[in-house]
């Protein structure tokens, strides 16, 4: 089952860093996770202004379940002012610092998807701090840097439920590909604890499932 031809539509004119291949083999291991832990909630972390929360939100509605898309909307490092990936139409011009919510807002709006999506508007690591509920597929596609990939991965990855999935976005084996924070401080850790086995790939995207 692939998300429905107006979401898929809807998320690729959607601002983001989603390809479209990994966002259906995303969409994919999440109604895979849906099966072994049935209505357990979906968990995204950077949702950015939504494209990638719109196959997980597909998903998520398909399975029964909802998706929580935690970001605290400001922006990671590569979103900032002088960097690469900074997008100046995202800048809020009262207080000069990003701010992707209403744009997020408005995706999930549009897509019809706000019943399935919520939003949770804050720093990562504190809202990891206080979550109890165990999590059926967790995406990790927050900060990049060492320390916020690093944090995600002690704040979250107890959370999944065994047989859950956790997907990480941007996992590049060689440097010359991109940043190693994911694969260094995310998916080696996981399965060198072995509490997690790969099952998949697509793209700079990894599926692991929770033993
Ligand atoms: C790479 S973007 C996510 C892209 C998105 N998944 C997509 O499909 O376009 C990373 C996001 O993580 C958020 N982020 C970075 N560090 C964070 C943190 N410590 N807590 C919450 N959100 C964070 C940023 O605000 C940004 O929106």
Redesign the pocket.
Known sequence: MTISPELRHAALA?????PEAE?DALHEAALLAAQTCPRLPFV??????????LWLGDAARRAGTVLFA???????EE?QEGWEWHDATLVDPDIGR?D?LPRFRRTVYDAGLEHVVIAVV????I?SLHWSMQIGFL?I????GVE?AR??YLGWTPHVASGGLLAI??VFTDPADGGQAPHDEIYRPAIDSGLFEPISACGSLRILRRI
């Open positions: 959607a601002t983001g860093f989603m966002g995204e972390i950077g949702s950015y202004c939504g494209r990638s929360t935690v970001d605290h909307h400001r922006g990671s979103n990003m992707t804050g720093q990562s690591p809202v995406f596609d927050g900060g990049h916020p944090l995600d976005h941007d």
